[in-house]
Nanobody
Framework: QMELSESGGGLVQAGGSLRLSCGAL????????MAWYRQAPGKQRELVAV???????NYADSVKGRFTISRDNAKSTVYLQMNSLKPEDTAVYYC???????????WGRGTKVTAAS
């Protein structure tokens, strides 16, 4: 199992920006798809953005044009740059990743993002 550690959450005013990071601890492995999910209070967890090993990306319609996912394969790290934050972006953000060659996903513990109106 791969241990993932997120950071970068916090409280910002609506319209502000945050950059989330998620690193995989350890070495000697390669990572397949990496993704960010979020879960707002009382709602189901939803996919925010996903990035392939070759850096192809997909985004939820609600964040297109505002959020950017990227990765540094040498550092086993995925990032989420969040701009023009809205109150509805308030949620706990989770990182998900899968080791190359494996069939199960690993999750981070989450980092809280609050965009205040």
């Amino acid at each position: 199992q791969m241990e993932l550690s997120e950071s970068g959450g916090g409280l910002v005013q609506a319209g502000g920006s945050l950059r989330l990071s998620c690193g995989a601890l350890g070495n000697g492995f390669s990572i397949n798809t990496m993704a960010w999910y979020r879960q707002a209070p009382g709602k189901q967890r939803e996919l925010v953005a996903v990035i392939s090993p070759g850096s192809s990306t997909n985004y939820a319609d609600s964040v297109k044009g505002r959020f950017t996912i990227s990765r540094d394969n040498a550092k086993s790290t995925v990032y989420l740059q969040m701009n023009s934050l809205k109150p509805e972006d308030t949620a706990v953000y989770y990182c998900k990743a899968r080791k190359l060659g494996e069939y199960s996903d690993d999750w981070g513990r989450g980092t809280k993002v609050t965009a205040a109106s």
